[in-house]
């Protein structure tokens, strides 16, 4: 039986039917070459208004600034700590913190600098701003700083179109970063200083306040407190008074750079224990001067309450001298390695690259409108295509609207 009808067919068709799924190079080139006009015009038309926007641009100069934030050194009070047994642990604990330089960064960001220099340089009025907020967003799209991590130093850059403004605006950033600083505790030395700055005013108060008491007790109780005190040996339960609140005074500051897990933290709390204990022992023994009149006794313990601010006050005033020690030895808080000079070049805009973008842009758009132009051409002298073509533009039309 000889081969059926469905199977003589098939190849003829196959090879009847068009590839349109296959794009030939020919067609686009025929296709572009019909729209050689649209093709070559759109790319004119966008590079010459590419290269007139670039020449009616205003200038901008970057001034660029180079600056090194605070090294963080080996606090030098240590050795000095020795003599003092337990405090020597302090300076040691906080050793070795460094602050990010995203730190430094941040706080040119923030609200408080971006204030002081907008008012140092005017800003609002030069950048033609309603608010402050405005001008804090002018500034900030004018300046930019960025830390660099193998090398530690921190860069920044500021755009004007004043070459002279662009170099002060960058190098008043600096400064006014420096202003921050000195009122901020950045370092470890600054840390340390404020926190005894702060205990040394309280105890200070406290001594006022107990020496006040003692007077009034003394006047009361009609005795010479002082000479009875000495003999009884109250004056060392006083002294051991105060070596105890200073321990307590020195792991509070530790608290802030040190766990509990820290030996020097352990050893810290072993001597304190050791005091607590050998102050019980005094007090029992009867060198606490119980015995007499309630007025006798008042003035026994308003005299302690003199000698243990009195020892806190010594050990806090150490401290203190100690750490501005450390923080003189830090040396200068910032230092600018470049400072900002005007430039000479321009930074931008870039007009060979504007022009380079908006040709090739151009070009682009051109072979697509070239596109779509021999599409439509081609439906049109479709019948089919034709009635589809104007139920589009019918369905598009803002005739019916008006």
């Known amino acids: 039986m000889g081969p059926s009808m469905t199977?003589?067919?098939?190849?003829?068709?196959?090879?009847?039917?068009?590839?349109?799924?296959?794009?030939?190079?020919?067609?686009?080139a025929i296709a572009l070459g019909e729209e050689k006009k649209t093709l070559f015009a759109i790319p004119a038309i966008t590079t010459t208004l590419a290269i007139v926007v670039s020449l009616l641009m205003t200038p901008i100069f970057t001034a660029k600034t180079v600056m090194m934030p605070p090294q963080?050194?080996?606090?030098?009070?240590?050795?000095?700590?020795?003599?003092?047994?337990?405090?020597?642990?302090?300076?040691?604990?906080?050793?070795?913190?460094?602050?990010?330089?995203?730190?430094?960064?941040?706080?040119?960001?923030?609200?408080g600098m971006q204030n002081a220099v907008i008012k140092r340089l005017g800003l609002q009025e030069r950048y033609e701003a309603n608010s402050m907020t405005d001008a804090r967003a002018a500034l900030k799209g004018a300046v930019r700083a960025a830390p660099d991590k193998k090398t530690g130093l921190i860069t920044i850059e500021a755009d004007d179109k004043d070459p002279e403004f662009a170099a002060q605006l960058a190098n008043v950033q600096v400064e006014e970063l420096r202003n921050l600083l000195g009122r901020l505790a950045v370092t470890e030395a600054q840390q340390r200083r404020m926190f005894y700055e702060q205990q040394i005013q309280k105890v200070q108060n406290d001594l006022v306040a107990a020496e006040a008491s003692f007077r009034q007790a003394?006047?009361?109780?009609?005795?010479?407190?002082?000479?009875?005190?000495?003999?009884?040996?109250?004056?060392?339960?006083?002294?051991?008074?105060?070596?105890?609140?200073?321990?307590?005074?020195?792991?509070?500051?530790?608290?802030?750079?040190?766990?509990?897990?820290?030996?020097?933290?352990?050893?810290?709390?072993?001597?304190?224990?050791?005091?607590?204990?050998?102050?019980?022992?005094?007090?029992?023994?009867?060198?606490?001067?119980?015995?007499?009149?309630?007025?006798?006794?008042?003035?026994?313990?308003?005299?302690?309450?003199?000698?243990?601010?009195?020892?806190m006050l010594e050990v806090l005033i150490k401290q203190y001298e100690l750490a501005r020690v450390d923080e003189a030895k830090e040396g200068p808080l910032l230092?600018?390695?470049?400072?900002?000079?005007?430039p000479e070049r321009k930074s931008k805009p870039k007009r060979a690259m504007i022009v380079l973008v908006a040709a090739f842009a151009g070009l682009f758009l051109g072979v697509l409108?070239?596109?779509?132009?021999?599409?439509?051409r081609k439906a049109s002298e479709s019948e089919d295509s034709s009635a589809q073509i104007a139920q589009l533009k019918q369905a598009w039309s803002l005739k019916r609207y008006l």
Do not use: C
């Open 369 to 376: 409108i070239a596109f779509v132009r021999r599409a439509i």
């Open 7 to 28: 199977e003589q067919t098939s190849p003829q068709l196959s090879a009847d039917l068009p590839e349109d799924d296959e794009i030939s190079l020919i067609d686009l």
């Open 72 to 111: 963080q050194q080996q606090s030098g009070a240590a050795s000095a700590l020795a003599s003092l047994g337990g405090l020597a642990g302090l300076a040691g604990a906080a050793a070795g913190i460094k602050s990010p330089d995203e730190m430094y960064v941040a706080f040119m960001q923030s609200e």
């Open 218 to 311: 003394k006047e009361k109780s009609g005795m010479q407190v002082t000479s009875v005190l000495a003999e009884s040996g109250v004056r060392a339960s006083a002294e051991l008074h105060g070596q105890i609140a200073a321990r307590e005074v020195q792991m509070q500051a530790m608290s802030r750079f040190a766990t509990a897990q820290n030996p020097d933290m352990q050893r810290i709390s072993s001597e304190l224990s050791a005091m607590r204990a050998q102050l019980t022992k005094l007090e029992q023994g009867g060198g606490d001067a119980s015995q007499g009149s309630p007025t006798q006794q008042q003035a026994v313990k308003s005299y302690r309450d003199v000698k243990v601010q009195e020892a």
């Open 335 to 342: 230092q600018q390695v470049d400072v900002a000079v005007a």
